[in-house]
């Protein structure tokens, strides 16, 4: 079982955030900080499957679980990062149930999905654990490490987000709260009564269909406040923010 499931089973609280700066450095460094997971962004940051790799073996490395946002919902969009070991696949500007059932058979083996089987990185092409197990004992292992995660952050996918939830094959739901607000026309406005509610109404989905829920969060005083709320997993912030407040916070606290 994929290691942030079995966090969240155990009543834990996987805490994680982006990574846009590019660089296994990058990484390396986050894996002294006591964060549980990181996503490596190939919608907005710089990333290909290449250096997407370099962050995944980083991750590895360092002890945090690699998730990728993906930038396509497209063949080689899923499964060639899949296949280079990241840990589950966050897949923005979801707007329809269709998008998610392309998406289960993209990314997830037979019987649930379509995925093209080979041997390669994640299980060391083929010469690592479960490689030596029978064919469909390892398409089944490997549908459950590799965590597919549809992001909520479009008035349709909001529309739709029961259907969605329950899809064989979805394992969680990332829900995306600035573009949220921004498709429901309150850009911004997080405490908007009608955003709440589109929150609550994505965590009675994935609860009732035994899923798992993830948060984005540019502000730390609310990672508390999404774990009260009922949220498994929360992404505070990304990298290079985090960089540049820290040191902005330290230049006003030195010069005045």
């Known amino acids: 079982m994929n290691k942030l499931v079995e966090m969240v089973r155990a009543g834990r609280k996987p805490l994680g955030t982006f990574v846009e700066l590019g660089g296994a450095n990058v990484v390396e460094a986050l894996g002294q900080t006591g ?42 969009g899923i499964m060639k990062l899949l296949d280079q070991g990241a840990a589950g696949l966050i897949v923005p500007f979801i707007e329809t149930v269709d998008q998610v059932k392309d998406l289960v058979a993209l ?44 992001q909520c952050e479009t008035a349709g996918c909001l529309e739709h987000i029961e259907e969605i939830a329950s899809l064989d094959g979805v394992d969680g739901i990332f829900v995306g709260p600035f573009d949220l607000s921004i498709s429901l026309g309150i850009p911004g406005q997080f405490q908007n009564a009608r955003l709440l509610a589109a929150f609550h109404r994505v965590l009675a ?52």
Not at 222 to 249: H, N, P
């Open 35 to 76: 964060l549980d997971f990181i996503i490596v962004d190939n919608e907005h940051g710089p990333f290909d499957v290449e250096s997407s790799l370099e962050c995944i073996r980083a991750a590895e490395g360092a002890g945090l679980t690699p998730l990728c946002r993906v930038r396509e919902l497209s063949r080689p």
């Open 205 to 256: 989905a994935c609860r009732a269909a035994g899923k798992f829920s993830m948060i984005f969060t540019a502000d730390p005083a609310w990672i508390r406040d999404y774990y009260a709320m009922g949220f498994d997993m929360v992404t505070y912030s990304m990298d290079a923010a985090v960089l540049i407040q820290g040191f902005k916070d330290l230049v006003k606290d030195v010069q005045g």
């Open 107 to 150: 990314g997830k083996y037979a019987p649930i999905g379509k995925r093209g089987f080979s041997g390669s990185r994640k299980d060391r092409w083929s010469f690592a654990h479960p490689g030596g197990l029978p064919l469909q004992e390892q398409l089944d292992y490997w549908n459950g490490q590799s965590l597919l995660i549809p």
